[in-house]
Antibody, heavy 126, light 106 residues
Framework: QVQLVQSGAEVKKPGASVKVSCKAS????????ITWVRQAPGQGLEWMGW????????NYGQQFQDRVTMTTDTSTSTADMELTSLRSDDTAVYYC???????????????????WGRGTPVTVSS | SYDLTQPPSVSVSPGQTASITCSGD??????ACWYQQKPGQSPVLVIY???KRPSGIPERFSGSNSGNTATLTISGTQAMDEADYYC?????????FGTGTKVTVL
């Protein structure tokens, strides 16, 4: 069965960086992308970006362009998300999810997130 | 940027039908999907490609998408369906989530 196991909770100070890991199992890792979504306390879901697990190409949400880096390691079926220059409003639960997409001429035409990790709480506080 | 708007809340009596809307410019020209999220849990995909149900999702969940509005319908709503629901679509190289709807089963 498909599983995404995320790393544990983190507490960081403003200005620091955090790296969250997501280990996949139960499917061919390079056949699906991984996306990252976060949810601040009491708020809705916010898409951060996705990475093509096959070739490492990334597509980041505009509000995260300058601060986020997503990587994958196909040898360990692991995806990582690093967020830098943390602020208090980055306090949230960070989820990884498998992204199931359709392509046309190499471009995504739609996608959905069919399996999710349990989330990693990240607290940013001085 | 592309926005998807949902009503903040929907109330429904047990056994009745709940309809949750998701509005966006020409949303019917895109594929919409829906997620259910219960308190303290990860989101779960309940509808994808407008109308399809993943394995394990009850038949009482159905979806439609036309014009500017996608709709998630829960027929014969049960107490266990009480949750937050989010729509999602792809636009201009970005995945967009709706604002979310809290469904209360009274």
């Amino acid at each position: 069965q498909v599983q995404l196991v995320q790393s544990g909770a983190e507490v960081k100070k403003p200005g620091a960086s955090v790296k969250v890991s997501c280990k996949a199992s139960g499917y061919t890792f390079s056949s699906y992308g991984i996306t990252w979504v976060r949810q601040a306390p009491g708020q809705g879901l916010e898409w951060m970006g996705w990475i093509n697990s096959y070739n490492g190409n990334t597509n980041y949400g505009q509000q995260f362009q300058d601060r986020v880096t997503m990587t994958t390691d196909t040898s360990t079926s692991t995806a990582d998300m690093e967020l830098t220059s943390l602020r208090s409003d980055d306090t949230a639960v960070y989820y990884c999810a498998r992204v199931n997409q359709a392509f046309n001429d190499g471009e995504v035409i739609y996608g959905y997130f069919d399996y999710w990790g349990r989330g990693t709480p990240v607290t940013v506080s001085s | 940027s592309y926005d998807l708007t949902q009503p903040p809340s929907v109330s429904v009596s047990p056994g009745q039908t709940a309809s949750i809307t998701c509005s966006g410019d020409k949303l019917g020209d895109k594929y919409a999907c829906w997620y259910q999220q219960k308190p303290g849990q990860s989101p779960v995909l309940v509808i994808y490609q407008d109308t399809k149900r993943p394995s394990g999702i009850p038949e009482r969940f159905s979806g439609s998408n036309s014009g500017n509005t996608a709709t998630l319908t829960i027929s014969g709503t049960q107490a266990m369906d009480e949750a937050d629901y989010y729509c999602q679509a792809w636009d201009s190289r970005t995945y967009v989530f709706g604002t979310g709807t809290k469904v209360t089963v009274l």
